[in-house]
Structures are given as C-alpha cells and as structure tokens.
C-alpha cells in the first residue's frame, strides 16, 4: 500500500505524518480517514479550492488533472507547478510526499 508523508503543516499535522492510502483513493480522502483535518468546503466535488496541496514528490504518477481542476486550481493560494486539489488528486502505487499550504482561500471554516 502506498505511503503518503505529509510535511509539518502548523494547524492540521504539526509534526508532519506518514500515513498508507488504499491505490485509488484521493489525497483529501486519505488524509480524512487518518485524522488529517485538512480543509473541504465543497464537500470534494472539485467546486473550490480549499483541499489544494502540492506533491513534492509523487507527482508524476497521480493521473492527469482533468480542465475543471485546472481551471480551479488558478484561485488557490500558493499555486505551484506540482499543485493538486486533494479531492481530485487518486492516488496509484507510488509513494508520496505532500505539502499543505500555510493558507487558503477559505474565509470561513467548518467542521466536516
């Protein structure tokens, strides 16, 4: 089962995690199901931007990103090369290294 290590973020995996995903669940699944509250609003029906990420390595073996993430993707805060919206990003057999972004475009936090 793939590993995904999540670097230091300071309010959702102070100390950073490494955690093992199923091959075929999304980032944001992943994180979710080990206690990694990393933000949702859109419920992960790829609407917002609020679960993006950056794969620091790993990347080239998440599948391509379809236009609708794409298009998203241009309002998130910290944009990289390798960026991803987690909800959308599924993961394969490669292990992976993730970053969550100090902020989002989020005005408003819910508990999901």
Not at 8 to 17: I, K, V
Not at 73 to 99: M, T
Request: hydrophobic fraction near 35%.
């Amino acid at each position: 089962m793939p590993v995904i290590k999540i670097l230091p973020h300071p309010e959702y995996c102070p100390q950073g995690a490494e955690i093992q995903a199923p091959t075929g669940t999304s980032i944001c699944e992943a994180l979710l199901d080990n206690h990694i509250e990393i933000e949702h609003a859109c419920d992960m029906s790829c609407a917002c931007t609020t679960c993006h990420v950056i794969v620091r390595e790993g990347f080239n073996s998440l599948e391509a990103m379809d236009e609708c993430e794409e298009d998203l993707l241009d309002r998130a805060w910290g944009l990289e090369p390798n960026s991803r919206l987690s909800c959308q990003a599924i993961v394969a057999q490669k292990d992976l290294v993730v970053e969550i972004p100090k902020y989002s475009i989020n005005h408003a936090k819910e508990k999901h």
